[in-house]
């Protein structure tokens, strides 16, 4: 079995797709919302899964101590 890796939204480097095929999006803006899919191809077929990402916002964080 082959695997192929196709990014086909980059920006800036910030994304990264680790080898258990997690994708990572450092440092999210809003205009990283949208769709993400994630396809997988094999000798008999393929599959597809999506998900639909919205960032709202910058995460704050507050530590009371």
């Known amino acids: 079995m082959f695997l192929t890796l196709q990014l ?5 480097g910030r994304y990264s797709v680790s080898e258990d ?3 990572s999006i450092s440092s999210a803006h809003l205009y990283d919302s949208g769709r993400y899919v994630c396809t997988a191809t094999n000798d008999v077929g393929s599959v597809s899964a999506g998900v639909s990402i919205l960032v709202t916002g910058p995460l704050i964080l ?3 101590l």
């Open 62 to 64: 507050c530590i009371t």
């Open 8 to 12: 086909t939204h980059v920006n800036n």
């Open 21 to 23: 095929g997690t994708l």
